[in-house]
Protein backbone atom coordinates (compact mmCIF):
# COMPACT_ATOMS: atom_id res chain seq x y z
CA UNK A 1 0.00 0.00 0.00
CA UNK A 2 1.59 3.85 -0.93
CA UNK A 3 1.16 6.54 1.21
CA UNK A 4 -2.12 7.58 -0.60
CA UNK A 5 -3.77 4.59 0.31
CA UNK A 6 -2.83 5.42 4.40
CA UNK A 7 -4.17 8.96 3.91
CA UNK A 8 -7.57 7.99 2.47
CA UNK A 9 -7.47 5.31 5.15
CA UNK A 10 -6.69 7.38 7.91
CA UNK A 11 -9.25 10.16 6.50
CA UNK A 12 -12.30 7.53 6.11
CA UNK A 13 -11.21 6.70 10.12
CA UNK A 14 -11.22 9.41 11.32
CA UNK A 15 -14.35 10.83 10.00
CA UNK A 16 -16.26 7.19 10.87
CA UNK A 17 -14.99 7.89 14.69
CA UNK A 18 -15.97 11.35 14.73
CA UNK A 19 -19.50 10.41 13.24
CA UNK A 20 -19.81 7.52 15.78
CA UNK A 21 -18.89 9.79 18.94
CA UNK A 22 -21.03 12.91 17.47
CA UNK A 23 -24.33 9.81 17.18
CA UNK A 24 -23.55 8.29 20.80
CA UNK A 25 -23.71 11.67 22.39
CA UNK A 26 -26.92 12.28 20.62
CA UNK A 27 -28.30 8.96 22.06
CA UNK A 28 -26.34 8.63 25.32
CA UNK A 29 -24.24 5.67 24.59
CA UNK A 30 -22.16 6.39 27.73
CA UNK A 31 -20.13 4.50 30.12
CA UNK A 32 -22.15 2.79 33.07
CA UNK A 33 -19.44 2.67 35.45
CA UNK A 34 -19.92 -1.14 37.48
CA UNK A 35 -17.74 -3.63 40.05
CA UNK A 36 -14.95 -3.72 37.98
CA UNK A 37 -15.07 -0.21 36.28
CA UNK A 38 -11.38 2.17 37.21
CA UNK A 39 -13.92 5.60 36.22
CA UNK A 40 -16.56 7.55 37.84
CA UNK A 41 -19.17 9.59 36.00
CA UNK A 42 -21.01 8.64 32.80
CA UNK A 43 -19.52 10.88 30.85
CA UNK A 44 -17.05 8.91 28.88
CA UNK A 45 -18.73 7.76 25.21
CA UNK A 46 -18.95 3.74 25.07
CA UNK A 47 -17.69 1.59 22.10
CA UNK A 48 -15.59 3.89 20.20
CA UNK A 49 -13.78 0.20 19.37
CA UNK A 50 -16.50 -0.02 16.81
CA UNK A 51 -14.01 1.86 14.63
CA UNK A 52 -11.77 -2.15 14.47
CA UNK A 53 -14.45 -3.62 12.93
CA UNK A 54 -15.26 -0.89 10.33
CA UNK A 55 -10.64 -1.18 9.48
CA UNK A 56 -11.59 -4.66 9.09
CA UNK A 57 -14.51 -3.81 6.81
CA UNK A 58 -12.35 -1.27 4.78
CA UNK A 59 -9.64 -4.24 4.40
CA UNK A 60 -12.53 -6.85 3.41
CA UNK A 61 -13.17 -4.71 0.51
CA UNK A 62 -9.67 -3.27 -0.86
CA UNK A 63 -8.44 -7.01 -0.52
CA UNK A 64 -10.83 -8.14 -2.71
CA UNK A 65 -13.41 -10.19 -0.33
CA UNK A 66 -10.52 -13.01 0.61
CA UNK A 67 -11.89 -13.93 4.11
CA UNK A 68 -15.41 -14.47 3.89
CA UNK A 69 -15.61 -17.11 7.03
CA UNK A 70 -13.65 -14.80 8.85
CA UNK A 71 -15.10 -11.44 7.89
CA UNK A 72 -18.81 -13.21 8.73
CA UNK A 73 -17.61 -14.32 12.47
CA UNK A 74 -16.09 -10.93 13.59
CA UNK A 75 -19.08 -9.03 12.01
CA UNK A 76 -21.33 -11.62 14.25
CA UNK A 77 -19.41 -10.99 17.54
CA UNK A 78 -19.13 -6.94 16.81
CA UNK A 79 -22.59 -7.10 16.54
CA UNK A 80 -23.41 -9.06 19.18
CA UNK A 81 -20.69 -7.22 21.71
CA UNK A 82 -22.60 -3.75 20.52
CA UNK A 83 -26.05 -4.56 22.01
CA UNK A 84 -24.33 -6.09 24.95
CA UNK A 85 -22.77 -2.35 25.48
CA UNK A 86 -26.00 -0.97 24.70
CA UNK A 87 -27.91 -3.33 27.23
CA UNK A 88 -26.77 -6.62 28.77
CA UNK A 89 -26.93 -9.64 27.16
CA UNK A 90 -27.14 -12.93 28.80
CA UNK A 91 -24.04 -14.65 28.51
CA UNK A 92 -25.57 -17.69 26.10
CA UNK A 93 -26.25 -15.68 23.49
CA UNK A 94 -22.50 -13.48 23.65
CA UNK A 95 -20.81 -16.79 24.67
CA UNK A 96 -22.89 -18.71 22.00
CA UNK A 97 -22.51 -16.49 18.88
CA UNK A 98 -18.15 -16.29 20.11
CA UNK A 99 -18.05 -19.95 19.29
CA UNK A 100 -19.89 -19.86 16.10
CA UNK A 101 -17.39 -16.91 15.05
CA UNK A 102 -14.59 -19.03 16.44
CA UNK A 103 -15.43 -21.57 14.31
CA UNK A 104 -15.25 -19.91 11.38
CA UNK A 105 -12.35 -18.06 12.06
CA UNK A 106 -11.02 -21.61 11.93
CA UNK A 107 -12.53 -22.35 8.81
CA UNK A 108 -10.88 -19.31 7.11
CA UNK A 109 -7.57 -20.19 7.94
CA UNK A 110 -7.63 -24.35 7.35
CA UNK A 111 -6.91 -25.03 11.14
CA UNK A 112 -9.50 -27.06 11.32
CA UNK A 113 -8.84 -29.85 13.54
CA UNK A 114 -9.99 -33.49 12.21
CA UNK A 115 -11.08 -35.13 16.07
CA UNK A 116 -14.11 -33.59 17.74
CA UNK A 117 -12.67 -33.29 21.04
CA UNK A 118 -9.66 -31.30 19.48
CA UNK A 119 -12.72 -29.40 17.61
CA UNK A 120 -14.24 -28.99 20.93
CA UNK A 121 -10.76 -27.40 22.78
CA UNK A 122 -9.63 -25.33 20.14
CA UNK A 123 -13.63 -23.85 20.15
CA UNK A 124 -13.10 -23.44 23.78
CA UNK A 125 -9.78 -21.63 23.68
CA UNK A 126 -10.56 -19.34 21.19
CA UNK A 127 -13.20 -17.84 22.93
CA UNK A 128 -11.46 -17.74 26.01
CA UNK A 129 -8.72 -15.46 24.60
CA UNK A 130 -11.64 -13.62 23.19
CA UNK A 131 -13.11 -13.07 26.96
CA UNK A 132 -9.66 -12.78 28.56
CA UNK A 133 -9.05 -9.68 25.78
CA UNK A 134 -12.34 -8.04 26.91
CA UNK A 135 -12.09 -8.60 30.84
CA UNK A 136 -8.62 -6.66 30.79
CA UNK A 137 -10.61 -3.49 28.69
CA UNK A 138 -10.63 -1.62 31.86
CA UNK A 139 -8.55 1.33 32.49
CA UNK A 140 -7.48 3.98 29.68
CA UNK A 141 -5.07 3.62 27.23
CA UNK A 142 -4.47 -0.51 27.97
CA UNK A 143 -6.36 -1.66 25.27
CA UNK A 144 -5.10 0.98 23.13
CA UNK A 145 -1.27 0.43 24.14
CA UNK A 146 -1.06 -3.54 24.11
CA UNK A 147 -3.20 -3.67 20.95
CA UNK A 148 -0.91 -1.64 18.79
CA UNK A 149 2.02 -3.91 20.32
CA UNK A 150 -0.15 -7.28 19.17
CA UNK A 151 -0.81 -6.09 16.28
CA UNK A 152 2.57 -4.31 15.31
CA UNK A 153 4.61 -7.61 15.82
CA UNK A 154 1.75 -9.45 13.90
CA UNK A 155 1.94 -6.93 10.52
CA UNK A 156 5.71 -6.98 11.17
CA UNK A 157 5.91 -10.87 10.93
CA UNK A 158 3.37 -11.53 8.08
CA UNK A 159 5.15 -8.55 6.36
CA UNK A 160 8.44 -10.64 6.21
CA UNK A 161 6.03 -14.03 4.91
CA UNK A 162 5.76 -14.62 0.98
CA UNK A 163 2.34 -14.00 0.65
CA UNK A 164 0.35 -17.04 -0.70
CA UNK A 165 2.11 -18.89 2.41
CA UNK A 166 1.09 -16.06 4.90
CA UNK A 167 -2.04 -14.90 3.14
CA UNK A 168 -3.07 -11.85 1.45
CA UNK A 169 -5.74 -11.33 3.79
CA UNK A 170 -3.80 -11.15 6.71
CA UNK A 171 -0.11 -9.95 5.47
CA UNK A 172 -2.20 -7.41 2.20
CA UNK A 173 -4.70 -5.37 4.41
CA UNK A 174 -6.38 -6.41 7.66
CA UNK A 175 -3.17 -5.48 9.61
CA UNK A 176 -1.94 -2.23 8.49
CA UNK A 177 -6.07 -0.93 8.38
CA UNK A 178 -6.20 -2.17 12.26
CA UNK A 179 -2.82 -0.59 13.31
CA UNK A 180 -3.84 2.76 11.58
CA UNK A 181 -7.99 2.57 13.04
CA UNK A 182 -6.09 2.02 16.77
CA UNK A 183 -3.65 4.93 16.75
CA UNK A 184 -6.58 6.90 15.82
CA UNK A 185 -8.30 5.20 18.77
CA UNK A 186 -5.68 5.83 21.03
CA UNK A 187 -6.01 9.70 20.30
CA UNK A 188 -9.56 9.80 21.70
CA UNK A 189 -8.95 7.17 24.42
CA UNK A 190 -5.24 7.70 25.85
CA UNK A 191 -5.14 10.52 27.53
CA UNK A 192 -6.21 11.57 31.54
CA UNK A 193 -10.16 12.01 30.78
CA UNK A 194 -10.90 9.10 28.06
CA UNK A 195 -13.52 10.72 25.21
CA UNK A 196 -14.89 7.07 24.61
CA UNK A 197 -13.88 3.32 25.41
CA UNK A 198 -13.77 0.53 23.42
CA UNK A 199 -16.31 -1.17 24.90
CA UNK A 200 -17.09 -5.10 23.94
CA UNK A 201 -17.53 -4.79 20.83
CA UNK A 202 -13.79 -2.81 20.53
CA UNK A 203 -12.06 -5.36 23.03
CA UNK A 204 -13.76 -8.47 21.29
CA UNK A 205 -13.27 -7.56 17.79
CA UNK A 206 -9.48 -6.97 18.21
CA UNK A 207 -8.99 -9.87 19.86
CA UNK A 208 -10.64 -11.76 16.99
CA UNK A 209 -8.42 -10.05 14.46
CA UNK A 210 -5.28 -10.96 16.59
CA UNK A 211 -6.34 -14.34 16.83
CA UNK A 212 -6.89 -14.29 13.43
CA UNK A 213 -3.12 -13.28 12.97
CA UNK A 214 -1.74 -15.71 14.91
CA UNK A 215 -3.29 -18.74 13.97
CA UNK A 216 -0.97 -18.83 10.86
CA UNK A 217 1.89 -18.20 12.31
CA UNK A 218 1.24 -21.35 14.62
CA UNK A 219 0.39 -23.37 11.92
CA UNK A 220 3.52 -22.45 9.76
CA UNK A 221 6.14 -22.82 12.47
CA UNK A 222 4.82 -25.67 13.59
CA UNK A 223 5.13 -24.01 17.24
CA UNK A 224 2.65 -22.11 20.13
CA UNK A 225 5.16 -20.45 20.66
CA UNK A 226 3.17 -16.98 19.02
CA UNK A 227 0.50 -17.50 22.00
CA UNK A 228 2.88 -15.68 24.00
CA UNK A 229 2.38 -12.44 22.31
CA UNK A 230 -0.06 -11.99 24.75
CA UNK A 231 0.94 -13.57 27.83
CA UNK A 232 1.09 -9.83 30.01
CA UNK A 233 -2.95 -10.35 29.15
CA UNK A 234 -2.99 -14.15 29.68
CA UNK A 235 -1.00 -14.44 32.69
CA UNK A 236 -2.82 -11.40 34.56
CA UNK A 237 -6.66 -13.00 33.50
CA UNK A 238 -5.65 -16.64 34.12
CA UNK A 239 -4.30 -16.06 37.92
CA UNK A 240 -7.01 -13.31 38.59
CA UNK A 241 -9.38 -16.31 38.03
CA UNK A 242 -7.20 -18.88 40.17
CA UNK A 243 -7.20 -15.87 42.61
CA UNK A 244 -11.14 -15.50 42.65
CA UNK A 245 -11.83 -19.23 42.82
CA UNK A 246 -9.94 -19.11 45.79
CA UNK A 247 -12.12 -16.56 47.34
CA UNK A 248 -14.84 -18.40 46.38
CA UNK A 249 -16.27 -15.67 43.99
CA UNK A 250 -18.60 -15.94 40.97
CA UNK A 251 -15.78 -15.16 38.39
CA UNK A 252 -18.34 -14.05 36.18
CA UNK A 253 -19.35 -10.66 38.27
CA UNK A 254 -17.54 -8.16 37.71
CA UNK A 255 -14.51 -7.09 40.21
CA UNK A 256 -11.37 -5.30 40.47
CA UNK A 257 -8.86 -8.02 41.45
CA UNK A 258 -7.04 -7.71 38.29
CA UNK A 259 -3.07 -6.57 38.65
CA UNK A 260 -3.77 -3.83 36.76
CA UNK A 261 -7.01 -2.56 38.19
CA UNK A 262 -4.86 -3.00 41.46
CA UNK A 263 -2.02 -0.41 40.36
CA UNK A 264 -4.89 2.12 39.65
CA UNK A 265 -7.04 1.81 42.73
CA UNK A 266 -4.37 0.15 45.60
CA UNK A 267 -0.96 1.82 44.22
CA UNK A 268 -2.39 4.89 42.94
CA UNK A 269 -0.65 4.79 39.81
CA UNK A 270 -2.02 7.18 36.76
CA UNK A 271 -4.25 4.67 34.31
CA UNK A 272 -1.57 5.88 31.27
CA UNK A 273 1.67 4.63 33.28
CA UNK A 274 0.13 1.46 33.80
CA UNK A 275 -1.18 0.83 30.28
CA UNK A 276 2.54 2.01 29.04
CA UNK A 277 3.75 -0.33 31.22
CA UNK A 278 2.08 -3.58 30.23
CA UNK A 279 2.71 -2.77 26.19
CA UNK A 280 5.92 -2.27 26.94
CA UNK A 281 6.61 -5.29 28.98
CA UNK A 282 4.72 -7.11 25.87
CA UNK A 283 6.70 -5.10 23.38
CA UNK A 284 10.04 -6.72 24.99
CA UNK A 285 8.64 -10.43 25.59
CA UNK A 286 7.54 -9.93 21.47
CA UNK A 287 11.37 -9.12 20.78
CA UNK A 288 12.30 -12.35 22.47
CA UNK A 289 9.97 -14.43 20.95
CA UNK A 290 10.38 -13.55 16.88
CA UNK A 291 14.18 -14.66 16.53
CA UNK A 292 13.37 -17.99 18.95
CA UNK A 293 10.14 -19.18 16.46
CA UNK A 294 13.25 -21.00 14.68
CA UNK A 295 14.78 -22.03 17.96
CA UNK A 296 14.29 -26.00 18.15
CA UNK A 297 11.29 -26.84 21.09
CA UNK A 298 13.59 -27.72 23.61
CA UNK A 299 15.06 -23.87 23.81
CA UNK A 300 11.56 -22.73 23.10
CA UNK A 301 10.22 -24.43 25.81
CA UNK A 302 12.45 -22.96 28.04
CA UNK A 303 12.11 -19.79 27.22
CA UNK A 304 8.31 -19.99 27.50
CA UNK A 305 8.80 -21.37 31.04
CA UNK A 306 11.19 -18.39 32.06
CA UNK A 307 8.74 -15.72 30.39
CA UNK A 308 5.56 -17.26 32.17
CA UNK A 309 7.55 -18.29 35.08
CA UNK A 310 9.07 -14.36 35.53
CA UNK A 311 5.32 -13.16 34.80
CA UNK A 312 3.61 -15.40 37.49
CA UNK A 313 6.26 -14.32 39.72
CA UNK A 314 5.70 -10.57 39.27
CA UNK A 315 2.06 -10.94 39.22
CA UNK A 316 2.12 -12.68 43.16
CA UNK A 317 4.47 -10.98 44.75
CA UNK A 318 3.26 -7.09 43.30
CA UNK A 319 -0.67 -8.30 44.11
CA UNK A 320 0.06 -9.40 47.86
CA UNK A 321 2.07 -6.33 48.41
CA UNK A 322 -0.64 -4.47 46.93
CA UNK A 323 -3.84 -5.94 48.34
CA UNK A 324 -1.80 -5.43 52.12
CA UNK A 325 -1.62 -1.99 51.28
CA UNK A 326 -3.76 0.59 52.40
CA UNK A 327 -5.46 3.10 50.22
Not at 15 to 28: I, M
Request: net charge positive.
Amino acid sequence: MNLMVYLLLTTALLAAELLYLRVARYYSIVDKPNERSSHTGLTTIRGGGMLFWVAALGAFFYSGFVYPYFFLGLSLVAAVSFFDDLRPLPNRYRIGIQFVAVGLLLRQTGVFPDTVWMMGLSLIIGVGILNAYNFMDGINGITAFYSLVAVGTLWYWHGQQPIDSAGLAISGALLPFTFVALLIFSYFNARRQAVCFAGDVGSVSVACIILYALLPMIRQGETYLPVLFLAVYGVDSILTIIHRLALGQNIFQAHRLHLFQLLVHKGRWPHLRVSAVYGLVQLVINGLILPALTWSAGAQAALAGAILGSLAVTYVILKRRLMHSRV
